[in-house]
């Protein structure tokens, strides 16, 4: 069974501190997602990692990929309070277009 | 941009009503899914389709079923509904190999 672990699951960081989010999986798997999501709101893509050792940045988040080690991160640089949202990690499920999530890591920057 | 439109924000039902909740995308994506979203739970699968009149069970069926009569319509019904199964649900779709792109949601509440 594919189990897809983020951790940690909640995060109370500092404006301009620096931090990072993991997300492990339990099986093969090429491909990861990172999502956002806002309060009340749906999901935003935010990364596609297809392969290893793939990093991509946008801003203050940069996301990197260790298929051998079923790794993923989500690095956050000097956080600013506009990141504060829930994040998720998501893996494709081999042979299928099923997606399997985290659990999510809620992400609170403090002003 | 691709666009996933859920028909309703919000819906308020009585238990054992029969619920339809819709869901349409604009861009002749093949694969479609529904996910519902409880807090502590994450995103859980419940029904997917890769193809017209195709659907496959997901994690958790039990007590909907769903409809793909046209490429762009994935429909999720609740045969009865029940108050467990008031929640935030989410649609996506995704062409072969991509990511989802997520409606906004529909929160149900069942009293």
């Known amino acids: 069974e594919l189990k897809v672990e983020q951790n940690p699951l909640f995060l109370s960081m500092q404006e301009g501190k620096n931090y990072t989010i993991y997300c492990n999986y339990s099986?093969?798997?090429?491909?990861l997602y990172w999502y956002r999501q806002d309060p009340g709101k749906s999901l935003e893509s935010l990364f596609v990692?297809?392969?290893?050792?793939a990093v991509k940045q946008e801003g203050r988040l940069m996301a990197s990929l260790d298929t051998k080690a079923r790794l993923s991160t989500l690095h956050i640089t000097a956080a600013v309070h506009d990141l504060s949202a829930t994040y998720f990690c998501a893996v494709v499920h081999s042979g299928t277009y099923k997606y399997i999530f985290g659990t999510g890591t809620r992400l609170k920057v403090l002003a | 941009d691709v666009k996933v439109t859920q028909s309703s924000r919000y819906l308020v039902k009585r238990t054992g009503e029969k619920v339809f909740l819709e869901c349409v995308q604009d861009m002749d994506h093949e694969n479609m899914f529904w996910y519902r979203q409880d807090p502590g739970l994450g995103l859980r699968l419940i029904y997917f389709?890769?193809?017209?009149?195709?659907?496959e069970k997901g994690d958790i069926p039990e007590g909907y079923s769903v409809s793909r009569e046209k490429k762009e319509r994935f429909s999720l019904i609740l045969e009865s509904a029940s108050t467990n199964q008031t929640s935030m649900y989410l649609c996506?779709?995704?062409?072969?190999?991509?990511?989802?792109?997520f409606g906004s949601g529909t929160r149900l509440t069942v009293v």
């Open positions: 389709s890769y193809d017209v009149k195709m659907k």
């Open positions: 996506a779709s995704s062409p072969d190999n991509y990511g989802y792109t």
């Open positions: 990692l297809l392969s290893n050792g």
């Open positions: 099986t093969t798997s090429d491909r």
